[in-house]
């Protein structure tokens, strides 16, 4: 198994409705399938790989240490299914991943998080895959980000279609985003506004910020307070994102608006380089403060954002460097985020004919 972040669907759904459901899933993204011996051929015949207790899967299911010693002799791909409870079942994933198993199933009781945290930490530096059962597709981005190198997959039991579709969007906000460089055309200071400050609940790394912008189809990569100045403290908690009106990209690829973001809230950071993670919002500071329009070009199209004129917000250029609003010029190149789609309806994108400008 690819040792990257994804969705193992365990279908609950009728015989009659699985090879479609199969289908759908696979559209979705979604590769492996543990399944009854008696839904490997269907599930395989429908496009899935199977992780099954059966001769006839792709990769046999073992449920103690004994099966996977015979597993591992007759030269099988296999995973454990474990439920941990204990130290001891630990033990047993790790003994597991040493003897070569592609991957640990695990499923937790009361404590979720604890047991997963000393798994990873014991076997995250070999091959083996760490794939958690969820509940519901609202787990997904706890699983992803425990001990910050969350775990490889989830494992999730979906009744439909709908359920694959809600964990798919999930995962997604930890894929990464496209960025490209354009070219500022104008910089212009303007009167006053209200800007938006987005306090986090997480030290954000040096490259890090969040995407906004006036149009939704090209968002500005707004880089964190962390470098801090002679004149104020670093902040690495919170970006400076700007006026209240812009659009920001949330984790599951839809766009809300600065103004209705509040504690509690979970929105997308993302790095110079197009990684991604959720980060939640511990406090947004909405106060009045003088703007700068600044605007770019790249190829086949244009946007644009309005920033507080403050020292202390940057945009991220070439190799990273960090530029100040104050120091932005024509000609400088920066970091933004361009949609395929035309336009944003309720923050969903849409392809139809919208204009802004």
Same mark, same amino acid.
């Given at each position: 198994?690819?040792?990257?972040?994804?969705? *193992? %669907?365990?279908?609950?759904? /009728?015989? !009659? &409705?699985?090879? +479609?459901?199969? $289908?759908?899933?696979?559209?979705? @993204?979604?590769?492996?399938?543990?399944?009854?011996?008696?839904?490997?051929?269907?599930?395989?015949?429908?496009?899935?790989?199977?992780?099954?207790?059966?001769?006839?899967?792709?990769?046999?299911?073992?449920?103690?240490?004994?099966?996977?010693?015979?597993?591992?002799?007759?030269?099988?791909?296999?995973?454990?299914?474990?439920?941990?409870?204990?130290?001891?079942?630990?033990?047993?994933?790790?003994?597991?991943?040493?003897?070569?198993?592609?991957?640990?199933?695990?499923?937790?009781?009361?404590?979720?998080?604890?047991?997963?945290?000393?798994?990873?930490?014991?076997?995250?530096?070999?091959?083996?895959?760490?794939?958690?059962?969820?509940?519901?597709?609202?787990?997904?981005?706890?699983?992803?980000?425990?001990?910050?190198?969350?775990?490889?997959? *989830? %494992?999730?039991?979906?009744? /439909?279609? !709908? &359920?694959?579709? +809600?964990?798919? $969007?999930?995962?997604?906000?930890? @894929?990464?985003?496209?960025?490209?460089?354009?070219?500022?055309?104008?910089?212009?200071?303007?009167?006053?506004?209200?800007?938006?400050?987005?306090?986090?609940?997480?030290?954000?790394?040096?490259?890090?910020?969040?995407?906004?912008?006036?149009?939704?189809?090209?968002?500005?990569?707004?880089?964190?307070?962390?470098?801090?100045?002679?004149?104020?403290?670093?902040?690495?908690?919170?970006?400076?994102?700007?006026?209240?009106?812009?659009?920001?990209?949330?984790?599951?690829?839809?766009?809300?608006?600065?103004?209705?973001?509040?504690?509690?809230?979970?929105?997308?950071?993302?790095?110079?380089?197009?990684?991604?993670?959720?980060?939640?919002?511990?406090?947004?500071?909405?106060?009045?403060?003088?703007?700068?329009?600044?605007?770019?070009?790249?190829?086949?199209?244009?946007?644009?954002?309005?920033?507080?004129?403050?020292?202390?917000?940057?945009?991220?250029?070439?190799?990273?460097?960090?530029?100040?609003?104050?120091?932005?010029?024509?000609?400088?190149?920066?970091?933004?985020?361009?949609?395929?789609?035309?336009?944003?309806?309720?923050?969903?994108?849409?392809?139809?004919?919208?204009?802004?400008?």
């Amino acid at each position: 198994m690819p040792n990257s972040k994804q969705i *193992v %669907v365990n279908p609950k759904v /009728g015989r !009659d &409705d699985l090879p +479609q459901f199969v $289908k759908d899933s696979v559209a979705e @993204g979604v590769k492996l399938f543990i399944c009854t011996p008696g839904e490997t051929e269907s599930v395989k015949n429908a496009g899935g790989v199977t992780v099954s207790p059966s001769e006839d899967a792709d990769i046999f299911l073992v449920s103690s240490l004994d099966e996977a010693v015979v597993k591992q002799k007759e030269g099988c791909r296999f995973a454990l299914k474990v439920k941990v409870e204990g130290n001891e079942d630990i033990a047993t994933a790790v003994s597991a991943a040493k003897m070569g198993a592609e991957a640990v199933v695990v499923e937790t009781g009361d404590w979720k998080i604890i047991p997963l945290e000393n798994l990873i930490a014991d076997i995250h530096r070999g091959n083996t895959s760490i794939y958690a059962k969820v509940d519901s597709p609202n787990e997904v981005p706890t699983m992803f980000a425990v001990l910050e190198l969350g775990v490889d997959g *989830v %494992v999730l039991s979906a009744e /439909g279609i !709908d &359920d694959v579709k +809600q964990a798919s $969007k999930h995962l997604s906000s930890i @894929g990464g985003v496209d960025l490209i460089f354009a070219k500022v055309t104008e910089v212009k200071n303007l009167g006053v506004g209200d800007r938006a400050c987005i306090d986090t609940a997480s030290i954000l790394n040096p490259g890090e910020g969040i995407l906004v912008g006036s149009q939704a189809k090209t968002l500005f990569l707004v880089h964190n307070e962390s470098s801090g100045s002679k004149f104020t403290s670093p902040r690495p908690f919170r970006v400076n994102a700007g006026s209240i009106h812009s659009y920001i990209l949330m984790p599951d690829g839809t766009t809300r608006y600065l103004s209705e973001i509040e504690s509690g809230d979970e929105v997308l950071a993302v790095d110079n380089e197009g990684n991604t993670r959720t980060v939640i919002v511990g406090r947004v500071k909405i106060e009045r403060r003088p703007l700068t329009l600044v605007k770019v070009e790249y190829e086949g199209g244009s946007g644009s954002t309005l920033l507080q004129n403050a020292e202390t917000i940057p945009l991220i250029g070439k190799e990273g460097a960090q530029i100040p609003v104050t120091d932005l010029k024509a000609g400088d190149e920066i970091l933004v985020r361009v949609d395929r789609a035309s336009g944003r309806h309720f923050g969903v994108a849409v392809d139809e004919f919208v204009l802004e400008k």
